[in-house]
């Protein structure tokens, strides 16, 4: 995994310069003249909940391909994008509520996004206490592995049951964020912050695939170790 | 094809059978079942009209925390006496395997279910007999997923600490769409000109998608 | 300024603090544990 170190600084400097245009751009644009400054809080909503859906894709593919390949690369990968998408998804759940507040005059409603982001943490809170469960690193690879496929397949039923209930029980009476038309002056603002939330979740999973496998080999040693110890 | 399904078969009437004579699961899932009722009554101490409105969410609630008892069992014996490596070794496919160790396991959760409905109906005294044979059916249909999915979950979590919590953890949210569409196809068919349709064909979905997938992905979690 | 700051402002200091806060400590554990695989005679592979 030398590539990762060696990727790991420009990376970083990088989405620090695209976060800073980013905000600058979000400090400039004027304010929504329905929403007011509110909608400045969506500029860090919605690049963070496409990110945690990304992360989920991503930890999707690699966890199928861990399956098929059995490459300890693949499955570091698949930790690390549980944690990353963790981050995300926690970051989303937190500005979705702060935003309701001011907008729907409370911090929670149940309507379908928030609730499938809701899953989705605890789904990823699963995977992660399911690999530290498990002490075989094999099992737990695998057992994630294929969790993480399951989850990807229960999504979107999940999201679309939601919206079913929520739609038929009672029609939405507030659109959820991001729900409005992006037009003009919203446009520069969510793109620039797109761009560097892409950024930051490739950095910091080379940050968190890197710890892992710190982790792993420095694991590997004390049980060396131990094993010595008992000969 | 007829030696597999008999595999299976064999397999899930062994569990069966076994819980039967040391009548283990079975019965500890049934009180279990009447300790949930009484919570809620004692929780909620519904009148008859809130009976009726709360029983399509109070009947799966318990079913899910129940199905969660026996869940945790399914691998139990394997597990104790080292006999899911023999298990394995039969030469079956692993689907075959995961197929008995599931219907073992539905038919245990459709007994508990089939003793459940009239209790429920008793103690919280909702007069809708007439209705038991199509509640039966949505609780039946609903479990065939449930099970399907928990027994996988029971399989990835029968060699991990603390494993009846992680079980809860890991089964809870991926059965949000089951409970919705559940509860949502009881509540339609107690109440008058409100049509099931659609949730059935929800439950009817999660089955399939469960029951296609798990066999398979029992496969990829055993693999050696 | 208007009713709205105290809220933006919040969302902004936790995406900060959450990405930032976590960027730092995995940034700080691989230091920490190249130092402990270095002294061992084993570099970070």
């Known amino acids: ?231 | 094809m007829l030696t597999m399904v008999r595999a299976a078969y064999r397999i899930a009437w062994k569990d069966v059978v076994g819980d039967w004579r040391r009548r283990a699961t079975l019965s500890s899932m049934l009180f279990f079942a009447v300790a949930v009722l009484v919570v809620f009554q004692v929780a909620f101490d519904p009148d008859r009209r809130e009976a009726t409105r709360l029983l399509p969410g109070l009947l799966w609630v318990t079913v899910l925390f129940t199905s969660l008892m026996g869940l945790g069992r399914v691998f139990q014996a394997e597990e104790e006496d080292g006999g899911f490596e023999g298990l394995l070794l039969a030469s079956v496919p692993r689907g075959v395997v995961f197929l008995g160790k599931w219907l073992g396991n539905l038919l245990l959760t459709v007994l508990v279910e089939l003793l459940l409905l009239p209790l429920t109906l008793v103690l919280f005294n909702v007069d809708v007999w007439g209705e038991w044979p199509s509640i039966m059916a949505v609780l039946l249909l609903g479990t065939l997923g449930l099970t399907g999915l928990g027994v996988l979950l029971a399989a990835m979590t029968q060699s991990a600490r603390s494993r009846e919590t992680l079980l809860a953890l890991l089964l809870l949210p991926l059965t949000a769409p089951l409970l919705i569409a559940g509860v949502q196809a009881l509540a339609a068919l107690l109440e008058p000109g409100v049509a099931a349709g659609p949730w059935v064909r929800l439950l009817v979905i999660f089955d399939v998608v469960y029951l296609a997938l798990a066999p398979w992905a029992f496969g990829w979690l055993v693999a050696e | 300024m208007n009713e709205y700051t105290d809220y933006v402002l919040g969302v902004y200091l936790l995406a900060t603090g959450v990405f930032g806060g976590l960027a730092l400590w995995w940034w700080r554990r691989i230091r920490w544990l190249q130092k402990r695989l270095h002294a061992e005679g084993r570099s970070l592979s």
């Open chain 1, 1 to 231: 995994m030398k590539w990762l170190e060696k990727i790991q600084l420009p990376l970083g400097l990088l989405t620090l310069v695209a976060l800073a245009v980013g905000v600058w751009l979000v400090m400039t644009a004027p304010a929504d003249y329905q929403q007011g400054d509110a909608v400045r809080i969506l500029y860090v909503h919605v690049p963070s909940a496409k990110m945690s859906l990304l992360s989920y894709l991503f930890l999707t593919i690699v966890s199928a391909l861990f399956l098929w390949r059995r490459s300890e690369t693949l499955d570091i990968l698949a930790e690390a994008s549980v944690a990353v998408g963790a981050a995300f998804t926690l970051v989303t759940l937190a500005s979705g509520s702060i935003w309701g507040k001011p907008m729907w005059g409370a911090w929670w409603a149940w309507d379908a996004r928030l609730t499938s982001m809701l899953v989705l943490l605890i789904l990823l809170m699963g995977l992660m206490a399911l690999r530290n469960a498990l002490e075989d690193p094999l099992k737990a690879a695998r057992a994630t592995a294929v969790l993480a496929i399951i989850g990807a397949v229960d999504l979107p039923i999940i999201h679309y049951s939601v919206v079913w209930w929520r739609t038929l029980h009672q029609p939405p009476s507030f659109a959820g964020p991001a729900k409005q038309a992006i037009t003009g002056d919203l446009l520069p603002p969510l793109l620039a912050m797109s761009v560097a939330f892409v950024l930051l979740g490739g950095y910091l999973l080379v940050l968190k695939s890197r710890e892992v496998a710190a982790r792993r080999q420095w694991e590997a040693l004390e049980t060396e170790r131990l094993e010595q110890g008992h000969e």
